[in-house]
């Protein structure tokens, strides 16, 4: 992943929570424009600038850097919710997921 994937998949995941990029930045503990410079390309978050939106957004890194996974915390409540579920409705579940995906 490079800068600009960075900073498009910071822009996606924050939308995606429906946060401005001014409030993310203050809630963060940065100034006003720290998220807009950085889905900007005008500059780089540090590795603690990187966990510290990671934290906020409710994503491990891991998930934030798989591209693939268009909504992580979405997929991460699906998961802990079909911990409780049986086997019968895990195969119903899996199922609705898979004609979903068609």
Same mark, same amino acid.
Not at 4 to 29: P, Q, T
């Given at each position: 992943? *490079?800068?600009? *994937?960075? %900073?498009?998949?910071?822009?996606?995941?924050?939308?995606?929570?429906?946060? %401005? !990029?001014? /409030?993310? %930045?203050?809630?963060?503990?940065?100034?006003?424009?720290?998220?807009?410079?950085?889905?900007?390309?005008?500059?780089?978050? %540090?590795?603690?600038?990187?966990?510290?939106?990671?934290?906020?957004?409710?994503?491990?890194?891991?998930?934030?850097? /798989?591209? /693939?996974?268009?909504?992580?915390?979405? !997929?991460?409540?699906?998961?802990?919710?079909a911990k409780h579920l049986d086997n019968e409705q895990l195969e119903h579940l899996i199922a609705?997921?898979?004609?979903?995906?068609?």
């Amino acid at each position: 992943m *490079d800068i600009k *994937d960075f %900073s498009l998949r910071l822009a996606r995941l924050r939308e995606l929570k429906g946060v %401005s !990029a001014r /409030d993310m %930045s203050l809630s963060i503990g940065q100034n006003p424009g720290y998220i807009n410079n950085i889905e900007t390309g005008k500059s780089k978050p %540090s590795l603690e600038g990187i966990l510290y939106i990671c934290e906020y957004l409710g994503v491990t890194p891991s998930e934030f850097f /798989d591209i /693939d996974a268009i909504s992580p915390s979405k !997929a991460n409540e699906l998961l802990q919710t079909a911990k409780h579920l049986d086997n019968e409705q895990l195969e119903h579940l899996i199922a609705i997921a898979k004609g979903l995906k068609k």
